[in-house]
C-alpha cells in the first residue's frame, strides 16, 4: 500500500485595504501586509515506514510610497529670472521625503523525517533520517529622489540560516516541537 496525505492551510498577503480618498500616511494600518502558509505531507509504502515533511512560512511587511513634492525656492526671484546665466541656481529643487520605503521580514521553517522498514533479516534497528532547515530572510527598500535630477535606489538582502539541534524532534502528536 502506498499512502501520501496532505494538509496545507495559507493565508497570503492579508492587509486591510485603504478605504477613503484621505492621503497616504506613514503610520496607516493599510501599509501592513501578513503572509502564513503550512503545509504537511505524510507518505508510506512498503519501503518505507513514514516520511513526513512539515513546513511552515510566516512574514510581515511594510511598505509605503507617497509623492513628495520638490521644492524650488530660488524659482521666483526676479533677478535670477532675467539672466539664461543663471538658470542652474534658479533650477536648484530638493526632496523632502523619499518616495518609497519597505521592508519584509520572513520565516521559513522546514523539517523531513523519513523512517525506512528494515526489510532485511538482521534485528538492527534503522534510525530515522532527519533533515531541517531554519531561515530568517528580510529585504529593505529605498528610493529617494534627493532632486529631480538626481534619484537614489537603495535595496538590502540579509538572509540568515538558524541552526536547529540534531536529530529528531518529533513529539508524542507527531508534530515537530
Given at each position: 500500500?502506498?499512502?501520501?496525505?496532505?494538509?496545507?492551510?495559507?493565508?497570503?498577503?492579508?492587509?486591510?485595504?485603504?478605504?477613503?480618498d484621505g492621503k497616504a500616511q506613514f503610520y496607516d494600518i493599510?501599509?501592513?501586509?501578513?503572509?502564513?502558509?503550512?503545509?504537511?505531507?505524510?507518505?508510506?509504502?512498503?519501503?518505507?515506514?513514514?516520511?513526513?515533511?512539515?513546513?511552515?512560512?510566516?512574514?510581515?511587511?511594510?511598505?509605503?510610497?507617497?509623492?513628495?513634492?520638490?521644492?524650488?525656492?530660488?524659482?521666483?526671484?526676479?533677478?535670477?529670472?532675467?539672466?539664461?546665466?543663471?538658470?542652474?541656481?534658479?533650477?536648484?529643487?530638493?526632496?523632502l521625503m523619499p518616495k518609497t520605503f519597505a521592508v519584509r521580514?520572513?520565516?521559513?521553517?522546514?523539517?523531513?523525517?523519513?523512517?525506512?522498514?528494515n526489510l532485511s533479516e538482521a534485528t538492527l534497528p534503522l534510525?530515522?533520517?532527519?533533515?531541517?532547515?531554519?531561515?530568517?530572510?528580510?529585504?529593505?527598500?529605498?528610493?529617494?529622489?534627493?532632486?529631480?535630477?538626481?534619484?537614489?535606489?537603495?535595496?538590502?538582502?540579509?538572509?540568515?540560516?538558524?541552526?536547529?539541534?540534531?536529530?529528531?524532534?518529533?513529539?508524542?502528536?507527531?508534530?515537530?516541537?
Open positions: 500500500n502506498t499512502i501520501t496525505e496532505r494538509k496545507s492551510l495559507n493565508f497570503t498577503n492579508v492587509r486591510k485595504e485603504k478605504t477613503g493599510s501599509n501592513f501586509s501578513g503572509t502564513y502558509a503550512y503545509n504537511e505531507i505524510t507518505y508510506s509504502d512498503y519501503n518505507t515506514q513514514f516520511n513526513r515533511q512539515k513546513s511552515y512560512r510566516g512574514g510581515v511587511a511594510y511598505s509605503f510610497s507617497t509623492s513628495p513634492k520638490s521644492i524650488e525656492p530660488l524659482k521666483d526671484i526676479k533677478f535670477l529670472k532675467k539672466s539664461k546665466y543663471f538658470s542652474l541656481i534658479r533650477d536648484f529643487n530638493f526632496t521580514t520572513d520565516l521559513d521553517r522546514k523539517y523531513n523525517e523519513r523512517q525506512i522498514r534510525p530515522p533520517f532527519v533533515d531541517k532547515s531554519f531561515q530568517w530572510n528580510r529585504v529593505y527598500n529605498l528610493s529617494y529622489d534627493l532632486t529631480k535630477a538626481l534619484k537614489i535606489d537603495f535595496s538590502a538582502n540579509n538572509r540568515a540560516l538558524i541552526r536547529e539541534f540534531e536529530g529528531e524532534s518529533i513529539n508524542k502528536t507527531g508534530g515537530p516541537d
